[in-house]
């Protein structure tokens, strides 16, 4: 292949990148159409690099993570299933590919592609809820996605990267300053107390990080935000035990306790914690919906208990291997790094993630895993081959970085 036809591909890959981190908040048939285009852009670039890919130092314990779940699907009670639902495990490529195409200014581009196209669907959120009636808990704004606990996970994500990109920036910041009520208001609507608290721990990380005297603002915001009766009601709702949800996933954590107990080395297997939970592990407190009574769970609303019942203890453990890895990276690049808008975003996204998924499996979704896995990418890619980057090496080490 001649160089001119690798740069083109290379082009190539980066709109398809692009693309698919931006419309995966809209359409994850298109997005992941997109990722197909860039994954054999990638897969083609890298048969003729013929060395290793780069990749961020937490994409090891992510490969970790990927092969135990192999494990666990083939010692499930049903080995088919499991593995059909562990093909989820090829959006893990997304780290690879963003550090091959989204390198230097490009990786900026993209978390500008991501915010841009986050102010759509926040609008469209907004017109569901102000508009089309979307405005109780039994019919929520969700934009053009499936279901509004994936659309306001994806709005978290979004609204860390565009308040990052607004703090951080000396000029350029009318766009984000645009953005960022929007996505807010959006946000609010929707009702999903997970979000809100993710998004709020990670405005608070951004501005703790850049704009201390700020913090004040925090709770002015939330006390605004506190006014509107819906947003207040579900807020202090919180804290009620009486609440039927937070009973119900306090009974879905010991569920999920017994299921590690019984099944800690490899867990029930991928995609069987609903069978498992109906057939043997629901308990006499589980709080069923109203016009769903005797219905089974789709997953346990929080993320180290459903993996460490799903996939087992040592899942688990590559997750947080994971977790510690990318925090701790991130937050080296983001006080050192040529890039720390990104890089304060990053780590802004983990500690929402970390935050949400106590509540949330947000890390079993596939659109909330494309673009988490996307924008904490995006930072390492920026200072890759930068020769005025080399105090950031060590996040980057599992990588091939020619400093040149």
């Avoid at 709005?155 to 960022?180: G, K």
Wanted: glycine fraction near 6%; aromatic fraction near 8%; proline fraction near 6%.
């Amino acid at each position: 292949m001649t160089g001119a036809s690798r740069d083109r591909l290379a082009r190539i890959g980066f709109v398809a990148l692009a693309a698919c981190l931006g419309l995966i908040q809209l359409n994850i048939i298109t997005a992941e159409a997109c990722f197909d285009v860039a994954a054999i852009a990638w897969v083609v670039l890298a048969i003729g690099d013929r060395r290793r890919p780069d990749a961020p130092a937490f994409f090891v314990p992510l490969l970790a993570l990927a092969a135990w779940t192999i494990v666990s699907a083939a010692l499930s009670s049903d080995p088919a299933a499991s593995l059909l639902r562990s093909r989820q495990l090829c959006l893990y490529l997304i780290v690879p590919m963003a550090m091959r195409f989204a390198r230097g200014s490009r990786a900026r581009t993209i978390a500008d592609v991501v915010i841009a196209i986050g102010a759509i669907g926040a609008v469209i959120g907004i017109v569901q809820y102000a508009v089309l009636g979307y405005d109780d808990l039994h019919a929520r704004p969700h934009g053009l996605l499936g279901h509004y606990m994936t659309y306001s996970g994806v709005l978290m994500l979004v609204i860390c990267t565009a308040v990052a990109r607004l703090i951080y920036a000396d000029r350029e910041w009318t766009w984000p300053a645009v953005a960022v009520p929007a996505l807010l208001v959006a946000l609010a609507v929707t009702l999903s107390r997970n979000a809100w608290v993710g998004a709020v721990l990670g405005v608070v990380v951004l501005l703790g990080l850049r704009r201390p005297r700020l913090l004040v603002a925090v709770p002015i915001v939330v006390a605004i935000a506190l006014v509107a009766a819906p947003v207040r009601s579900r807020a202090l709702s919180m804290f009620d035990p009486h609440n039927p949800t937070n009973r119900d996933r306090l009974s879905m954590i010991r569920s999920g306790e017994a299921m590690i107990k019984d099944h800690w080395f490899a867990g029930v297997g991928p995609n069987m914690v609903p069978v498992e939970y109906l057939a043997h592990y629901k308990r006499a407190d589980a709080v069923d919906p109203v016009d769903q009574p005797g219905s089974t769970r789709a997953h346990l609303h929080n993320v180290p208990v459903q993996l460490a019942a799903e996939r087992g203890l040592p899942a688990l453990a590559a997750w947080l291997w994971f977790v510690v890895v990318a925090i701790r990276d991130l937050y080296r690049l983001a006080r050192r790094g040529r890039a720390p808008a990104l890089a304060a975003g990053g780590l802004a996204v983990m500690v929402a993630t970390l935050t949400a998924g106590l509540f949330e499996h947000n890390f079993g979704d596939s659109e909330f895993l494309i673009l988490l896995l996307g924008l904490i990418t995006l930072p390492f890619a920026a200072v890759v081959n930068d020769p005025t980057d080399a105090t950031t090496a060590t996040p980057v080490r599992a990588a091939r970085v020619d400093a040149r």
